[in-house]
């Protein structure tokens, strides 16, 4: 009996954790990190969060989002001074700090396990607040460790977690999102181009996409449906650029295709029409890119290529009679300007100014005089699409007969003033070698005297190559390169869209 | 309180390490090429040896060039240029500037083989636009470098004046250290002054003007640089115009030299240079055309003889080139690195005979494959006494692949016809550089190219 009694005792000490786990877990909000002394701060401020968050995560923990109700909030700090780094948590309750803990290590290669530890420290702490019986709802947590069975690997969360709140950061702000609104579906080729046609419905929109020797139609909706193809590019003619308006507004949009052949311009433009493309113009000497100005006016830009310049003196609009096309109004642009880097905001108290992405990544604002009014200090563009010029002179010096001219990310202006840019970034970026594996899209508004972030999405594990933003449902739409072209390989393409709360 | 200032300055230290060392944004270039010769001409040490036939020999042989470019950009307007090229054969060689010690090439790689190619500070003048590269930086001549394409010592200034691209410059490429005399009194100098006006888009003329002072040709110099120029003064001037018209990029330059031509007696100079090229659009790829015309002297040089061939500045044509050729064995291609050598030497001015020269080909791509294909002509502009002009005609071809972005492999083949100058039996019918029944040169060759 003595021993049955015994037996029954150990069950039930073994058990009593057993039952917690049916107990209501505590519900923990976890605000972004704040980075102090470290490359890449707003990449990390995520980073971090989304490691603390996937550790304390589970039966007796639930990770809300930064809108929803919460028993406690979680605040961490990383700093990092030289080699050696700290991650400090706070823990709070109704504004009283409950808890703190902290962790820290000599090296970046220590972060991940010093988050564990200290995901397992405020598991801890947070134990014993509640079993105080603390402000919290009143449910019993069970002290537990970090899971084992999850070791370093940082498991994405699935979607189901997530709540759709958008795939938007704001500035200081978490918000998560329903996936990475990727369309789960591969097109095939590294896709340098995309467009945005028209808008059928709330769900529905055409796209075009193109690579250096295709252009594609697809109706986007949950899924993609090709539409029309146009192979008609020769071996010598490569597209670099593609960009849409309905320039005569006759309810028709114009597909205008920049395109090289050889080192010489040779764009196309065609029209979008009963769920095809039909040429309308060739061998045209320009540059395009469309820009929306003050939110309604959609226009095509244009410049020129000179013998010695790759992008020759102003900046003119298109003008389309009938099937031709023509260029008019110059606007003489700033240092650094060319038509792919190149955008118009309004100033304040009326105006416009110039938003130009520097050739090394940085932002930079010009009045209409070129003078430069501001210059950011982060970099953002970044693009893997170039054309090639003739340089035979200075072959003696490159090696090369020819040299390459890369072309930046299109940089949007919303119809609110906001500025949209991407930022791509890898490992294998040097020189005239560029390979981008991450990306994420910022938006920044000008304040009067500096560009202010709003917000930016989170960090995608893909080459962005082009991106269009539908003004009307707020909606990114992105142009990922999910396999790069190797040797022998194929490359592949994805489209998301991504809702800009 | 000496110990809290020791923490205190400990503190201070970790900081200081923990931001970074210098604003100074870093960009990075470079190249890898590699070639894999057989010929019978080439030797991998940058000579160029006819053959008698029968003696034919063949050479096999590897080499390679790397060259690494490092910018220190401090601002938008002040930047530090440095750029180094390491050269091998693989094996390693000992000979020419390997004197004591030899290249990378050779067992256990321990040989000095990084060069200075460039590093010149490039800034611009605050409130003005111009821009100045002051120190060791590339010099491409605007004669299509049949005058001199070079890396060297000095000063270049740059304006941008709307249309309007004026340049001036000052180079010294020779410095003979004969203490007997003041230091810059026995000198090479360069002095450039250059305009380019943009027409419009599709047209770009220019003008240029090149003044060559050859101090270390008075007789005093004591040090013997084949490098040296032949002439002691020359002024060279001339047009140049860059036009697309149609489906045709075409660039032409025309230009006359005059001046003393060396120290002896009453030897003027006065000598004219012509080329056209064109890249006209044609099918899948392209085709290249170019002609050149160097005049040439039908006499050697002598007292009280006006010398009529065109002079290049290195008179061994280190620094000369046309590469609108795209010959490998009539005239160097660009690409060469450690085999740069041609036919009768690089001396496109054939010493003081002077060169005529037509070249085609066709060039393009499918898909990851590209191809060319050339042929060319040469013979010297002036015959003296016997002598036969000939130099020969050369066909090649290239197909390749691009493995990745930036790295291509192809296999290359040039087959040079020698002309009666070159291997005539007769002496005094010969050229420099030929040789008697020399068997045609060909080279054939894998090229491995990367660059980022």
């Known amino acids: 009996m003595k021993r049955i009694l015994k037996l029954m005792a150990v069950a039930v000490f073994l058990l009593a954790p057993v039952s917690s786990l049916y107990a209501a877990p505590l519900r923990v909000r976890l605000a972004e990190f704040k980075v102090t002394g470290a490359a890449n701060r707003d990449e990390l401020r995520g980073s971090l969060q989304a490691l603390l968050a996937s550790r304390l995560e589970g039966g007796e923990l639930q990770v809300v989002d930064a809108g929803e109700k919460a028993d406690l909030d979680v605040a961490g700090t990383y700093i990092l001074f030289g080699k050696v780094f700290s991650l400090d948590a706070r823990v709070s309750s109704s504004g009283k700090v409950v808890a703190r803990a902290f962790e820290q290590g000599e090296s970046a290669d220590d972060t991940i396990p010093a988050m564990g530890r200290l995901a397992q420290k405020l598991l801890q702490e947070i134990g014993k607040y509640a079993a105080k019986g603390g402000e919290a709802s009143g449910a019993a947590v069970a002290v537990r460790g970090v899971q084992e069975s999850k070791g370093e690997v940082i498991r994405p969360e699935p979607a189901a977690a997530k709540n759709a709140e958008g795939d938007i950061i704001r500035a200081e702000r978490s918000v998560r999102a329903e996936g990475s609104g990727m369309i789960g579906q591969r097109l095939e080729g590294d896709l340098l181009g995309m467009a945005l046609i028209r808008r059928i419905d709330a769900e529905q929109r055409e796209i075009v996409v193109a690579d250096q020797k295709e252009i594609r139609l697809y109706l986007q909706g949950k899924e993609l449906r090709l539409l029309a193809a146009e192979k008609g590019f020769g071996e010598d003619e490569n597209i670099i650029g593609i960009d849409s308006a309905d320039l005569d507004s006759d309810g028709t949009a114009e597909l205008y295709v920049t395109a090289l052949r050889g080192s010489e311009l040779s764009s196309r433009v065609y029209l979008v029409e009963k769920g095809g493309l039909r040429k309308i113009a060739s061998d045209l000497p320009y540059y395009f890119r469309a820009i929306t100005i003050k939110g309604a006016e959609r226009k095509v830009l244009a410049q020129q290529m000179g013998r010695d310049e790759d992008f020759f003196g102003d900046l003119y609009e298109v003008a389309k009679k009938g099937s031709g096309f023509t260029i008019v109004n110059p606007v003489r642009l700033p240092r650094f300007a060319n038509l792919f880097n190149t955008n118009i905001i309004p100033a304040k108290g009326g105006g416009e100014l110039f938003v130009v992405l520097h050739p090394d990544g940085y932002l930079l604002v010009y009045d209409r005089k070129g003078e430069n009014l501001w210059r950011g200090s982060d970099k953002f563009g970044g693009s893997e699409t170039y054309f090639h010029r003739e340089d035979s002179q200075n072959m003696r010096v490159t090696g090369s007969q020819y040299r390459k001219r890369f072309i930046e990310q299109r940089l949007t202006v919303t119809a609110s003033g906001e500025v949209i840019v991407p930022r791509n970034e890898g490992s294998f970026v040097m020189g005239n070698s560029r390979s981008f594996n991450k990306s994420s899209v910022y938006a920044f508004a000008w304040n009067g005297a500096a560009l202010e972030e709003l917000w930016h999405t989170k960090v995608s594990q893909n080459y962005l190559a082009d991106y269009a933003y539908d003004q009307e449902s707020r909606e990114l739409i992105l142009l990922e390169v999910v396999k790069k072209e190797g040797l022998g390989e194929k490359g592949a393409s994805a489209i998301a869209v991504k809702r800009v709360e | ?452």
């Open chain 2, 1 to 452: 309180m000496k110990k809290n200032l020791v923490v205190l300055g400990a503190v201070a230290l970790s900081a200081a390490a923990a931001v970074p060392a210098l604003a100074l944004e870093n960009e990075f270039h470079g190249m890898y090429r590699a070639y894999g010769y057989v010929s019978n001409a080439h030797t991998g040490g940058g000579t160029f040896n006819l053959k008698t036939d029968g003696q034919d020999r063949t050479n096999s042989y590897m080499e390679q060039r790397a060259r690494l470019q490092y910018i220190a950009k401090a601002s938008d307007d002040l930047k530090l240029v440095t750029h180094f090229e390491l050269d091998s054969l693989f094996g390693g060689q000992n000979g020419g500037k390997y004197t004591n010690t030899t290249d990378s090439g050779s067992l256990d790689a321990d040989g000095v083989t990084l060069e200075t190619k460039n590093v010149y500070l490039d800034f611009n003048i605050p409130s003005a636009p111009v821009n100045v590269k002051l120190g060791v930086q590339p010099y491409a001549d605007a004669y299509m470098g049949t005058f001199g394409n070079f890396d060297g010592a000095g000063a270049y200034a740059t304006g941008k004046f709307g249309a309007f691209t004026p340049s001036v410059g000052w180079f010294r490429v020779n410095e003979d250290k004969n203490l007997a005399y003041p230091i810059g009194k026995l000198t090479t100098d360069l002095i450039t002054a250059d305009v380019k006006f943009a027409v419009n888009k599709d047209v770009t003329v220019g003008a240029n003007y090149i003044y060559m002072g050859n101090d270390g040709r008075t007789g005093n110099s004591t040090v013997a640089d084949a490098a040296l120029p032949n002439a002691e003064k020359v002024h060279t001037f001339g047009l140049n115009a860059s036009a697309k018209v149609g489906p045709a990029a075409l660039n032409a330059f025309a230009a006359y030299q005059f001046g003393d031509y060396k120290d002896a007696t009453n030897q003027e100079l006065s000598a004219y240079a012509g080329a056209v090229t064109a890249k006209i659009k044609a099918g899948p790829g392209n085709v290249n055309l170019a002609a050149l015309y160097l005049s040439g002297d039908d006499t050697a040089p002598a007292a009280n003889h006006k010398q009529e061939g065109w002079q290049s500045l290195a008179s061994n044509g280190t620094t000369s080139y046309f590469n609108a050729a795209n010959t490998w064995l009539l005239i160097r291609n660009g690409a060469c690195i450690n085999t740069s050598a041609s036919i009768g030497t690089n001396d496109l001015t054939k010493g003081g005979r002077g060169l005529m020269g037509f070249f085609a080909g066709y060039e393009g791509s499918a898909g990851k494959v590209f191809y060319a294909a050339n042929a060319g002509y040469a013979q010297t502009a002036e015959e003296r006494g016997n002598e036969d002009g000939a130099i020969g005609t050369e066909v090649n071809a290239t197909v390749g692949y691009k493995l990745y972005d930036n790295m291509s492999a192809s296999i290359n083949y040039a087959h040079a016809f020698l002309g009666k100058g070159m291997n005539s039996t007769t002496a005094s019918e010969r050229i420099p550089g030929g040789a008697s029944d020399a068997a045609d040169p060909y080279a054939a060759f894998v090229r491995i190219d990367y660059a980022f």
